[in-house]
């Protein structure tokens, strides 16, 4: 996007070379001309990449399953408060609120869900998918500025709706009032003496992590952007105490000739995160550990991303392909740890889905099913998120909880596949 990358260029002109850490932020975040920013059509078939919400409704469903179960875990609050960040156009959210109303009613009736996405576009994709249950105060949005999604948790003040002047915001200011529409009143304001907005019992993040900014470290320092000709340029500076410190304890120090990533912005995200009262967190990504970083592997993840190709430049296209690197799961255990929170033993997508569905043989995939024909295709869409050749060995799952009896949380069923 050339106004994207005149942006940058000036920038750099009047500061000097900016760290990649900043190139990236403005590449996805820029306020008018970000990846994210700007478009909401990256996901899918048509788009640049797959989530695991666009492979399949199911799933949803067995988070919704997985949901519910940690609800009654922590004993059935009502409300009980899911925080989710960075939910894209809302499929994932929409799925798991469709299948509690059907299968879990309790639950659904205690549910309440929050979005919190930073991208105008997206946030108007949200309003139609999730319209109705916006209308009645089962869900809502919450506009986190400059990349601090995580600054919704906690959050004490009502919730802010995406656009203000559309219809179905003044439907849901209207409920908010009490004034009836055919639908279940809702309001925010808490009994007198509490706070109006407790901090949630659940969060969730499924593909967020690998988009933060991260810095790029190398045996030459870390890696600086500048312009030369009309053209992005990389130069070195030397390291920080804190990105040396981020090395010692959570990563490895490149060979020559290497590149590794450093995230303290993630580390910053997961302490927010882990700020909860009392309940659960789940991220969901593709990453590693430092063990597997000592073994030679993940050494520069850094990658772009554009109609399901990825390419190592991330410098070809500013503002029109995602850019994403690893995400490092032993530094962000180690930040909810200091949190007060127990983080459980890391599981691959593949196990964590298949502890949930092994109960009932998945028949949350198939229970739509009619014909032959149907039940093939959900065969292969829910190999995809499961198998090896799909999404179920690359992403992995980390949960972690706070105030919860260990017992309980290690027998949840997508910690203990193989243990039944």
């Known amino acids: 996007m050339k106004a994207l990358r005149e942006k940058i260029e ?28 700007s478009h909401a059509d990256q996901f899918g078939k048509a788009g640049d ?12 469903r067995l988070m919704a399953r997985q949901f519910e179960e940690m609800w009654r875990v922590l004993g059935s609050p009502n409300p009980f408060l899911l925080l989710e960040l960075g939910p894209g156009r809302g499929l994932f959210a929409r799925d798991v609120l469709d299948w509690s109303a059907k299968k879990f009613p309790d639950f659904f009736d ?33 506009v986190s500025e400059d990349m601090n999604a995580a600054d919704a948790i906690g959050n ?33 304001q808490a009994p007198e003496g509490r706070k109006s907005s407790p901090s949630p019992h659940l969060v969730f993040a499924n593909e967020f992590f690998d988009a933060i900014p991260v810095d790029v470290l190398s045996s030459e320092g870390s890696l600086r952007i500048d312009t030369r000709e009309g053209r992005f340029t990389e130069t070195w500076a030397p390291s920080s105490p804190e990105e040396l410190e981020f090395l010692d304890c959570y990563s490895i120090h490149p060979e020559p000739g290497e590149r590794v990533e450093v995230a303290p912005r993630s580390q910053l995200y997961m302490s927010k995160a882990a700020s909860l009262d009392r309940g659960f967190l789940i991220v969901i990504d593709y990453g590693f550990t430092r063990d597997e970083q000592l073994a030679g592997r993940h050494r520069g993840t850094l990658k772009a991303i554009r109609q399901h190709s990825v390419s190592a430049n991330p410098y070809e296209a500013p503002g029109e392909q995602d850019i994403t690197a690893d995400v490092n799961f032993t530094a962000l255990a180690a930040a909810v740890e200091k949190r007060g929170m127990h983080a459980h033993k890391l599981v691959t ?25 149907e039940r093939a295709k959900v065969a292969l869409q829910l190999k995809h998120l499961v198998t090896p050749a799909g999404m179920g060995e690359s992403f992995h ?19 203990s596949f193989g243990r039944r």
């Open 10 to 37: 000036q920038e750099i002109s009047a500061s000097g070379p900016i760290p990649f850490s900043r190139y990236m932020k403005m590449c996805l975040y820029d306020e008018e001309f970000g990846y994210y920013a």
């Open 49 to 60: 990449f797959y989530t695991s919400s666009d492979v399949h409704a199911v799933f949803g």
């Open 110 to 142: 205690a549910l309440h869900y929050r979005l919190s996405e930073g991208s105008p576009a997206l946030r108007k994709r949200i309003e139609s998918t999730l319209d109705r249950y916006l209308q009645i105060g089962k869900a809502n949005i919450i």
């Open 156 to 188: 004490t003040g009502p919730p802010v709706f995406a656009d203000p002047n559309s219809p179905a915001a003044e439907r849901r200011k209207n409920a908010a009032q009490g004034v009836s529409r055919g639908y279940m009143q809702y309001t925010e």
């Open 349 to 373: 997508q593949s196990q964590f889905l298949m502890g949930i569905g092994e109960a009932n043989q998945f028949t949350d995939a198939f229970e739509d099913c009619r014909m032959p024909q």
């Open 397 to 415: 799952v980390l949960v972690a909880g706070k105030g919860v009896d260990p017992e309980s949380a290690n027998s949840l069923a997508g910690l």
